[in-house]
């Protein structure tokens, strides 16, 4: 089994604390007084739509790039200082995935094991069966779904206790998909922190318990997708008799929801959490069928936050 | 079309232009020396006469046409010199505008736009013919300009030398293009092409040496002796070559529509179950290192040992008097064998410094293609995948030219009489290590300070080598000459062999380093 939480290093209580930092290239300044907090153990999401910050954030995570200002803690230590000691502790998997052209699928695995100096064989054949992945092929042969199953695989197999995954399913057909889905939950039963960097929101939806979501370099929102869906509206549809159609109206405006317009008997409409048992009852009691209640999607969330608002 | 040949050309003009410029000013700029290297006929008459009769210049440059006017003898020497330069750009530029294109994955985007695939070949080989026309005209018109200064250059000369070199360029072109559509990637599609520029060079010696005269007519390195410029001008070959030259382009055409995109007729194997043992960065490095350190090996082992073999000419005429022009300024005073080996040592010195700074430079491509990333994420620190390429390098460069060194000190016994020739051809080899070393140290430097300027890492290489081979003959004073990396090698077998020069040099490539790696552990670790 893994070991990563004994020997000299103590498991933190945050894996990843960040506080407002600041990277810029000239006067652009990509991340501007970000804060970011990824508890141990958990997996996180990290949203934004393209140009967000998010990889810029991420290489400041590695010690790729040098923050600017602010305060940066990975696995409790400051990557600008010692960025080699946190890498041996985590996985990075990037977007965009190239390697070494004239190594074959399995050289690429041994080079990557062999500079980290730890190896979990038999994970990493058991992933490469998963993924179905032929590791003899020379990886110029390589397709972008699997060049990025071979770091993939590198990065599940690796005995690390910290996954930093940078839109890592972009290639990936829907079953490899489900497949890495099952990797990221299986890595936090074990206990791994994952930060998964992402746009396709029901891929972070499906795997994350709190997320971190970004625009133009600045944090907009973070917090638990529980405690988050409070602020989001849930879709509530019915169909109402006909008589029923203008007193329902009436009533859901005295409850407090906006705007219902139910014209028709086809009633669709967006109710805050709060209102949402009014409503059903209210429903219920108008004698309305196919009623269904759907939670917010983070869609909606990501919508509110990211809509370009006409003026 | 049109388009497409704008974007081929704002893509590959630093290549294009630097190349141009270099070889305009390699014309230009040292036709003027013949006529002040011989003021007199008579002087010209004994030069003549010396070159005519020795097999090692003719090896080299090809047989020097009478009167032996300063027009001939520069057509001979730097003509040599700027045709053989010409087919190497040509290899390079074809590739880059062919399948280079291709393994990228450049092309595939102007392919999707919906052009004809057949129109991205026939851009390139419209760009290789505009190249082409346009080096003639920059060799004609920096040569022309010299008419009425130096003896016997005339204009019709000066345009059918131009020619001559614009059309070696498009010749070994089209053959490489050939090649391309031939090959199984883009990088063996260039050592074919550079195969076929050595086997074009053997030709042209052989025909010249043996007297063969239409051997010449097969190799484009012997257009001088077919047009003879300054002589007969004669144009009816150029007509003939461009015949040939379009049934090439229709030969790479044809070729193109019976091929794969990004792959060539010749198919490679794609599968083995080899495993790595590595345990660094350095480990990858080394493994990653070996495919070119051996191609250089073998590529710079038979330059060297040519160069060696077919010195003794060049020797005994120096025991017997002075060479004159370009090569007797190569020699100098002093020992005519260590002047000999010493000459070699400079073109062999130039060759791996070529090695040493490709691959230090790959450590900034690595960094951008993101494969850098996937280093530094498994804990290595920041400096050592720099390091470990300058390391590699420095290995690589050693077994380059000890191979080289031993191969030469092997043969040169053989065909050169005179003292201490093996010792002599080893050392003069292997004392070239510390200048390779300071491009590479230089090379780190940039990638480290200033990554954006790393088109810079070629300064040492192309300043040492014109210094060396052009310094004296342009009349630059020897302080001047002393600031290129090519010309400390001792001579060991001398009394009291001066190895300062030597130490310098290892002094500045171990302090750009450090400078280098303390860079690079600076800066942004940036992709593309």
Known sequence: MHDWHQGDHMPQHTAIDVERLVKRFGTFAAVDGLDLTVRAGEVHGFLGPNGAGKSTTIRVLLGLYRATAGRVRVLGIDPAVRAAEINRRISYVPGEVNLWPNLTGQEVLDALAGMRGSRDAAAERRLVADFALDTRKVVRTYSKGNRQKVILVAAFAARTELLVLDEPTSGLD?????????????????????????????????????????????????GRLADMRHLAASEVTARLPEDRVADVADRLRSIGVTDPAPADRDLHISVLRQHIPAVLSLLVEADAQDITCTPAKLESLFLRHYQVTPC | MLILLRLMLHRHRVLITSWLVLLVAVTGATVSAYQSTYPTAEQRRTATDLAQHSAATTLMYGNLADPGTPALMFTWEIGAIATILAAIMAVLVAISLTRAAEDDGTLELVRTTGIDARVPLRCALLMLAGVAATLALGCTGGLGLAAGHVDAVTWPGAAAFGTVVGLTFLIVGMVTVVLAQVAATAGSARLLGFAVVGAAFGIRALADTRHVGWLNWLTPLGLRATVRPFAENRWWPLATYLVVVAALAWFAAFLAGRREYGAGLIRRRDSRSTRLNIRSSLGLTARLARRPVLTWTVGVACLGTLFSAMGSGVVHQSQQGDLGGFLGSQLGGGNPVAGYFGYCGTVVGMAVTAFAVLSVLRARQDELGGLTDHILATGARRWKPLASQVAVTAVGTLIILVVTG???????????????????????????WPSAMVAAGWTALLIGLWPRLTGLAWLPLIAGG???????????????????????????????????????????????????????TRRNITTD
């Open chain 2, 406 to 432: 031993a191969l030469s000190a092997l043969i040169a016994p053989t065909v050169i009489n005179g003292p201490d020739v093996a010792i002599r051809a080893f050392t003069y080899t292997i004392g070239q």
């Open chain 1, 174 to 222: 829907p079953l490899m998909e489900e497949l890495f889905r099952r990797c990221v939950r299986e890595a936090a039963v074990e206990g791994r922190t994952v930060l998964l960097s992402s746009h396709i929101l029901a891929e972070v939806e499906q795997l994350c318990a709190a997320v971190t979501i970004i625009k133009d370099g600045r944090l907009v929102e973070s």
């Open chain 2, 466 to 520: 014109l210094l060396a081979l052009l310094g004296q003959l342009l009349g630059i004073p020897q302080s001047v000459r002393d600031l290129g990396v090519f010309q400390h090698v001792p001579d060991v077998a001398a009394p009291g062999p001066d190895a300062r020069g030597l130490l310098i040099l290892l002094t500045v490539a171990g302090a750009t380093l450090l400078l280098g790696l303390a860079g690079i």
